[in-house]
C-alpha cells in the first residue's frame, strides 16, 4: 500500500486509510532508501503513533522528518507480522531498525549415519550430508573440546573419509587410546556400533542411562573373570561421573537459552548462555546497532526475532528483561521451530543463577567494548570537536568528593587517556583541617595538593581538567590554577541537569562561561560521564575504606544475619577479610550455617 511520492509525506492521512490488523510496516526516503521496518498488532494505532503525537523524542522526530512515502503489508496474525519483520530487517538493514550483527556460521557435531563405521566430526555451513547434528556451539572451541572429551570416552573415528579408507595400519590416535582403529578393524562393528550408540546418548544428554548401561557390561565382564574389560569399563564409568558431576554444577535440566541485554553508552550487549540436552555449551557476545532510543527490552525481542530466523530454537528461552510481545514472539517461533516454545523473565532456582550469570556476563563484555581502543578513539575525537580543541587530547583528569555527612571526607582524581583508565596514575587526597560537608574546601584542598607539585615541575600536565560539580566546584578550580600560575589548563564542570538523569548532564566551559548540554547520542559526553562515573567509584571506594578504618569495625558487622559466629567462621575458614573478600558465593556457601541467600547478601556488602 504506497503512499505519495512527494517528500511533504501527509502522514495523517495516510493513517486514515489503514486497516486494524497485524502487520508490518515501511518508512522510505526521498531517494527510495528503506529508512525503518516496524510490525504492529493494529497498523492504524501503531503507524499512528508516529504521526498524531505532539511530542516524540529527537531522533524519532528526525526520522519522520525524513520519511517520503511509506507501505504496509497486512498479515494473519501479529507472530506472522513479527516473523516478516524480522526477516525484511535482516535481509535489508534499514538505517534505523536494530541490527543484529553476526554474520557467522555456528558450529556442530556432526556424526556421519551412511558409513559402515561412522564418524564424528567438526561441521561448520550448510547441513545437507546425511546423518545427526548436535549443537549449535556457542564457539569452535566449544566443539574441540567436546570432541577431545567424546575421543577419550567412546573411541569413535574421528578422521576423514580419505584418510580412514587409506589406512593399513592403526594411526597414533590408537596408540594413545582415542580410537579403537576400525580402519584396520581391530575392533568388531557390533562393539564399534555399541560405542557410537553411547556417543550419540551422551551427546543428546542421556548419560545416566550410559553409565547404566556400561557398570552392567563390567560386572559381566567381572563375573566373567575378563578383569581387563572389567577395569577399562570402571575407568569410563568414573570419568562419565565426573563428567556429569561437573555438568549437573554448570549445566540445566532443560533445552534453553539464557539471554541478557545490558545498554550503556550508546552501545549494547546481548550475552547468550547455551544450554542443550542439559549440557553447557557456553556463550557468545553480540553489539546489536542501535540507532533510535531503545529499551533493554526492545533490543531483546529485536534480537530474539532476527536471530532465530535461520537457526534451531530451543524449546525455553529465558530472558533478562521482559519483553512486551511475548506471546506473539513465543507463537512466531513455535511456529517456525514446529514446537512449543516458553519465553520467560520471572524465574527461580537455577534459572535465575543462569539469568544473573549472564546479566554478568553482559555487564562484563560492555565494560571490555566501551573500553576498546576504536570506542575511544572516535569519542576521543567527538570531545575535541565539541570542545573546539585543535586535536584531541591526550591526558584528562577529573576529581571528585566523598563523604558521609561530613565524615571520612576522600577525593579522588582519575585519568584517562587515548588507552583508557591509567590506573597507575590515580591518587586519592584524605582532606583534614575543613569543616565537616565543605565540598568547596575539600576540592580545593585536594587540587592545590594535586597541581602544587606541576607548577613545581613534578608530574603530567592535563589537557582537561573535568570537575564533577557546578559552578561552585568550578570556581574553586580555578582560583587553584590561578593562585600555582596554571591558569592555561581547561577546566570543566559536569553538573547534573535538571532531572538528574544520565546524558542529561551540562558541561560548564570555565574559559568562556558558556554552558553546553551535548545530549544522551553525543559520544563526547558518553567519555565525560565514564570518567566522570569513574572517578566517583574511585572516591567512594576511598571513602569507605577510611570510614571502615576509623571505625574499627568489620563491614561483615553490617551484613544482616552475620553474626559474632558466623563472622568468626568466615574470617577462620577465608583466612582473613581479605580472603573472604576474594571468595564467591558458592565458596561462602561452604562455611557453616552460610545459605544462599546469606552468601549473596555479604557478597553484596563487600563489593558495593
Known amino acids: 500500500m504506497p503512499a505519495s511520492a512527494s517528500h511533504a509525506f501527509d502522514g495523517k492521512t495516510f493513517v486514515r486509510t489503514l486497516t486494524t490488523s497485524p502487520g508490518v510496516y515501511r518508512y522510505y526516503d526521498a531517494d527510495g532508501e528503506l529508512l ?40 494473519r496474525t501479529e507472530a506472522e507480522a513479527l516473523l516478516l519483520e524480522s526477516q525484511l530487517i535482516k535481509q535489508l538493514k534499514p ?6 550483527r553476526d554474520d557467522k556460521s555456528y558450529p556442530y557435531i556432526y556424526l556421519s549415519s551412511t558409513d559402515v563405521y561412522p564418524r564424528l566430526g567438526f561441521h561448520r ?10 549443537g549449535p556451539f ?23 573419509d580419505s584418510y580412514f579408507s587409506n589406512r593399513s595400519r592403526p594411526c597414533l590416535q590408537y596408540q594413545i587410546g582415542r580410537c579403537s582403529a576400525p580402519c584396520v578393524e581391530f575392533v568388531t562393528r557390533e562393539d564399534y556400533a555399541r560405542d557410537v550408540r553411547h556417543a550419540e546418548m551422551f551427546l543428546e544428554g542421556r548419560s545416566s542411562s550410559v553409565i547404566e548401561e556400561l557398570s552392567e557390561a563390567m560386572e559381566t565382564a567381572s563375573a566373567a573373570l575378563d578383569f581387563e574389560r572389567a577395569a577399562a569399563l570402571r575407568d569410563q564409568v568414573a570419568v562419565l561421573r565426573r563428567l556429569q558431576a561437573q555438568h549437573h554444577v554448570q549445566g540445566a535440566s532443560a533445552d534453553m537459552d539464557v539471554i541478557a541485554c545490558r545498554i550503556e553508552g550508546g552501545v549494547a550487549c546481548v550475552s547468550v548462555l547455551f544450554f542443550r540436552n542439559g549440557l553447557s555449551l557456553g556463550s557468545r557476545d553480540f553489539f546489536p546497532r542501535l540507532p533510535l532510543d531503545a529499551s533493554e527490552g526492545d533490543v531483546l525481542e529485536q534480537f530474539i526475532a532476527q536471530y532465530y530466523v535461520d537457526r534451531p530454537v530451543p524449546a525455553e528461552l529465558v530472558l533478562s528483561t521482559e519483553v512486551e510481545s511475548r506471546d506473539a514472539l513465543a507463537e512466531a517461533l513455535g511456529q517456525r521451530s514446529a514446537h512449543a516454545v ?15 550469570l549472564a546479566l554478568r556476563n553482559a555487564t562484563a563484555a560492555l565494560t571490555s567494548r566501551l573500553a576498546s581502543r576504536q570506542t575511544l578513539s572516535s569519542r576521543f575525537e567527538d570531545l575535541a570537536k565539541l570542545l573546539e580543541l585543535d586535536e584531541p587530547p591526550r591526558r584528562i583528569e577529573c576529581f571528585d568528593i566523598s563523604h558521609t555527612r561530613g ?13 583508557g583508565p591509567e590506573k597507575s ?15 568547596y574546601a575539600a576540592m580545593h584542598q585536594a587540587l592545590t595538593r594535586r597541581f602544587r607539585k606541576l607548577a613545581e615541575g613534578e608530574g603530567a600536565r592535563p589537557d582537561i581538567l573535568l570537575i564533577d560539580g557546578g559552578s561552585g566546584q568550578v570556581a574553586q578550580a580555578l582560583d587553584v590554577l590561578a593562585e600555582l600560575g596554571l591558569g592555561d589548563i581547561r577546566v570543566v564542570g559536569v553538573s547534573k541537569g535538571p532531572a538528574r538523569r544520565a546524558g542529561d548532564e551540562n558541561l560548564i566551559l570555565a ?3 558558556r554552558t553546553l548540554h551535548p545530549g544522551s547520542a553525543s559520544p563526547a559526553l558518553h567519555l565525560i560521564d565514564a570518567v566522570r562515573d569513574e572517578s566517583h567509584r574511585f572516591a567512594i571506594s576511598g571513602h569507605r575504606k577510611r570510614r571502615q578504618k576509623a571505625r574499627q569495625r568489620s563491614v561483615l558487622e553490617d551484613v544482616p544475619g552475620v553474626g559474632p559466629r558466623r563472622r568468626a567462621a568466615l574470617l577462620r575458614a577465608f583466612g582473613g577479610l581479605g580472603g573472604v573478600e576474594a571468595a564467591g558465593v558458592e565458596e561462602l556457601m561452604q562455611v557453616g550455617g552460610i545459605h544462599r541467600d546469606l552468601a549473596e547478601r555479604i557478597y553484596a556488602a563487600l563489593h558495593g
Open 36 to 75: 525503518y521496518v516496524g510490525k504492529a498488532a493494529n497498523l492504524k494505532k501503531r503507524v499512528g503513533s508516529y504521526f498524531l503525537k505532539p511530542r516524540m523524542e529527537p531522533r524519532i522526530a528526525s526520522m519522520v522528518s525524513q520519511i517520503a512515502r511509506a507501505e504496509t503489508t497486512v498479515t
Open 95 to 100: 538505517r534505523y531498525n536494530i541490527l543484529l
Open 125 to 134: 555451513g550448510a547441513r545437507k550430508a546425511p546423518g545427526r547434528y548436535f
Open 138 to 160: 556457542p564457539s569452535a572451541w566449544a566443539v574441540r573440546e567436546s570432541l577431545n572429551v567424546m575421543q577419550k570416552l567412546f573411541k569413535v573415528r574421528q578422521c576423514e
Open 342 to 356: 516458553a519465553i520467560k523473565h520471572a524465574v527461580r532456582g537455577e534459572r535465575a543463577r543462569f539469568r544473573d
Open 407 to 419: 565524615e571520612a571526607t576522600v577525593a579522588s582524581c582519575v585519568v584517562f587517556g587515548p588507552e
Open 425 to 439: 596514575h590515580y591518587r586519592r587526597f584524605n582532606i583534614a583541617g575543613i569543616t565537616p560537608g565543605d565540598d
Open 511 to 513: 574559559d568562556s562561561g
